[in-house]
């Protein structure tokens, strides 16, 4: 591998304008055409062919349903008063007239024939329809003008709040504080280059791998049924990932101009060692990635493709536009003589230098391995605990923030009508023998009697062609309560044996039915998610470092280290641990596709770690062949890229703890504690420590799997190896007859210094 990136570094440099200019062009025409075929974002979470969402299906087909933005409006009378009393039945009705009248309606709702006014009538919930698909959102202005007509029932001071779906509106898939966390990857860069330049070339390629990305998906979601959560979690992973692939590509250049390297060299070089590890690393986030798709939920693999194909995106512009870039540079990204960038990248081989506090970290580390191993493990260990009482459900209105009308509307709902108002259950009564529908109806609300968790049932409502019947039933608890996932699998049990004596097709179904079942399917793909990427990525990881030992190390520290962060999921979301200083907007059950997608992600990133900081291990050791030197030295060349990196990936997904979105948010938490933990805990200290104690064994691998196994060449040991001359060609405008190319003479890599590394 390393090779082949070598020979297209080589190209891309000696031929930077016409390769800028083709990556200009692809960028270009990939976002006219997604931007100019823009579609809507599925917002709705369902698996088709699923019990609950086939009836659905079929009772939409019998009693029909909307594919339109729908509103809610609360009214809910004085004190001591009622919505019949004379005058506020009069202000209501006005209020309901005025609304159908407002641009965009096309139904509003009676809640006396709706049957939606408590018995006391104090409160009355009316639907409002819109001609506004759903998948779309309603103009502002309608939304105000639904609002205005409220004022005449004020008036008479009835409370009155507007809900629902139309309410909800698309928010950005970046803001303010998205920005912020950019800003503090700039400052990191800046610190970690020492050169603003250097600095903003990362930021450059991410954002255009990023913009590319989103560009496409915005196009696709024309013609595939992409979900509206995709594009935020390929925003936060592209940038993360984006900025750190070409972090570690620009540093390597840096560090092979300061050893004296031409930039036509350089940038080959860096291209073909830090570019292999980040081909391999950002194949092994894909197939992390690609492999939620094993859920079978669409919702969860729209997700795992559009962030997949962000990371590719972000992989291809560190590899094909990058090397340009770095080209069109030139001197002017190699360390002056006497600056401190040239003294700290020589520091990790001069042996006057004082080593960077990386590698010191790691030294220490090495002395005591057993101390190091034992702490970590510990410390991960009491950090997951609270995992253990991980309870998942999927978001709704009350996971909104209290702020928020539509979470208003939802409570004064769960209030006045019970939790179970917010989600009820629908019992379907379909393919009934002839003359038997309306009896098998009236058998099932007889057994329904005596199911414990209901509120109540509705009386059966018949489709007008006579071939389906329905009845609503509310639960006594909420729809994230997991009493109530209970509570519809002994309906189910309950109307088996009724379907079975009649012949009838008999089905709970609902939105909440349908939510249910998505919860359970993503709960039970955990187990074979884990068990097909973590195989495939262990394949990748033997063939890359030659080693049966590091891939299975490796693995123990990510499950560490997502345990760790599943803690911190529960104790912010669940217990409410500076749920307030994080803006939490409510506690309750994690939604449901979080602890797999966190997994997903975590794992790709925290092998990341693992190739960036052990490749340059290997290729320590490679040249050494001394197991506790190839740890130090691995470190002093790995350490800071990878604090950097992770610096960078931690303030990237906590500036999008501020989006205030229930579902985003414990993603967000979860990344930002989990590679914090993995990059300083694990690989930081962890790592060093085990390999440390492992040795030479580190490095074992059974002769039959070397010979099985292909030579990915991560580290590019075959770069030195004996290749055919060619003519030397000058680049005067990047600086390559700077300095001669390694065919001319080779440059000899400074000793690491002496120093006791002794476990």
């Given at each position: ?9 080589l ?12 990556c ?10 997604g931007?100019?075929?823009a ?14 969402q ?61 049957r ?29 003008a ?8 004020r ?26 966390g950019?800003?503090?990857?700039l ?87 830090a ?61 002056r ?65 209290t ?19 917010n ?88 939105r ?5 079942e ?14 097909v ?5 262990l ?10 030992a ?10 560490l ?24 907007p ?28 052990v490749?340059?291990?290997r ?26 990196a ?24 979860a990344?930002?504690v989990?590679?914090l ?15 440390s104690?492992?040795g ?40 390559s ?22 476990p």
């Amino acid at each position: 591998m390393a090779v082949l990136l070598h020979r297209w570094g080589l190209f891309a440099v000696r031929r930077r304008r016409e390769v800028l200019a083709v990556c200009l062009l692809v960028v270009a025409a990939i976002t006219t055409l997604g931007l100019t075929s823009a579609g809507s974002f599925a917002t709705t979470s369902q698996i088709p062919g699923s019990a609950a969402q086939s009836a659905l299906r079929k009772m939409e087909h019998h009693f029909g349903a909307s594919d339109r933005q729908s509103a809610q409006i609360v009214f809910e009378a004085p004190k001591g008063a009622s919505l019949n009393d004379p005058a506020n039945a009069a202000a209501l009705q006005r209020t309901l007239t005025a609304a159908a009248t407002v641009p965009g309606v096309t139904s509003v709702s009676d809640p006396v024939r709706t049957r939606a006014m408590t018995p006391d009538g104090t409160t009355a919930v009316v639907k409002v329809e819109f001609s506004v698909p759903k998948d779309q959102d309603v103009r502002q202005g309608n939304l105000d003008a639904l609002k205005d007509t409220a004022a005449g029932s004020r008036a008479a001071g009835i409370d009155v709040l507007f809900g629902g779906d139309a309410y909800k509106q698309s928010a950005p898939l970046v803001g303010p504080m998205e920005t912020v966390g950019l800003l503090v990857a700039l400052a990191v860069l800046a610190i970690t280059f020492g050169s603003l330049l250097s600095a903003g070339l990362p930021l450059i390629t991410a954002l255009i791998a990023v913009g590319t990305s989103m560009a496409a998906l915005i196009g696709l979601s024309s013609v595939l049924n992409v979900a509206d959560k995709a594009p935020t979690l390929a925003v936060m992973l592209g940038l993360a990932v984006g900025i750190d692939y070409a972090l570690l590509i620009v540093s390597r250049h840096r560090s092979e101009l300061a050893q004296g390297r031409s930039v036509q060299e350089a940038a080959a070089r860096a291209t073909a060692t830090a570019g292999s590890a980040v081909a391999f690393a950002g194949l092994t986030v894909i197939i992390a990635l690609v492999g939620l798709t094993v859920a079978r939920v669409p919702v969860l693999t729209a997700m795992g493709l559009s962030a997949a194909a962000a990371v590719a995106v972000a992989v291809i512009m560190s590899l094909g536009l990058l090397p340009t870039l770095l080209a069109f540079a030139g001197e002017r990204l190699r360390p002056r003589p006497g600056s401190r960038a040239l003294r700290r990248i020589r520091g990790a081989a001069g042996p006057s230098a004082r080593p960077p506090m990386g590698a010191r970290w790691v030294a220490g580390v090495v002395r005591r391995p057993w101390r190091a191993v034992i702490t970590v493990t510990l410390g991960l260990a009491a950090l997951a605990l609270p995992a253990t009482q991980l309870q998942l459900a999927l978001s709704d209105d009350g996971s909104e923030p209290t702020s928020n009308v539509v979470r208003q509307t939802y409570d004064k709902i769960g209030a006045a009508f019970g939790p179970g108002a917010n989600g009820p259950l629908m019992i379907l009564v379909s393919d009934a023998p002839l003359g038997t529908l309306k009896a098998t109806g009236e058998e099932v609300t007889k057994d329904l009697a005596g199911v414990p968790g209901i509120a109540r049932v509705s009386p059966v409502d018949y489709s007008t062609d006579g071939a389906a019947a329905r009845m609503q039933i509310i639960p006594a608890t909420g729809p994230r309560d997991a009493a109530t996932s209970d509570l519809v699998n002994r309906l189910r049990k309950t109307v088996a044996p009724v379907a079975a004596r009649s012949g009838s097709d008999i089905a709970v179904t609902g939105r909440t039915a349908v939510s249910i079942e998505v919860s359970d399917r993503l709960s039970g793909a955990l187990v074979p998610f884990a068990v097909v990427v973590v195989g495939l990525s262990l394949l990748l990881l033997t063939a890359a470092f030659r080693s049966v030992a590091i891939p299975v190390k490796a693995t123990v520290g990510f499950l560490l280290s997502v345990g760790a962060s599943f803690g911190a999921i529960v104790a912010v979301f669940q217990w409410g641990w500076l749920a307030d200083t994080l803006g939490v907007p409510s506690t309750g059950p994690t939604t449901s596709f979080v602890p797999i997608i966190v997994m997903a992600v975590l794992f790709g990133l925290a092998m990341d770690y693992e190739v960036f900081l052990v490749s340059a291990m290997r290729e320590e050791y490679v040249r050494t062949k001394a197991p506790h030197l190839a740890v130090v030295g691995g470190a002093r060349q790995a350490a800071r890229v990878v604090t950097a990196a992770a610096l960078i990936m931690v303030a990237v997904f906590a500036s999008f703890l501020f989006t205030h979105d229930p579902a985003i948010m414990p993603i967000a938490l979860a990344l930002a504690v989990g590679v914090l933990l993995d990059a300083f805990a694990v690989r930081m200290t962890l790592v060093p420590a085990v390999m440390s104690l492992l040795g030479h064994g580190a490095w074992w691998l059974p002769r039959l799997l070397d010979k099985w196994l292909p030579d990915l060449d991560v580290e590019g040991a075959h770069l030195d190896e004996p290749a055919p001359t060619h003519p030397r060609r000058r680049d005067p405008e990047c600086g390559s007859g700077a300095a001669p190319t390694p065919e001319a003479a080779p440059v000899t890599r400074l000793p690491l210094p002496k120093q006791d590394i002794r476990p």
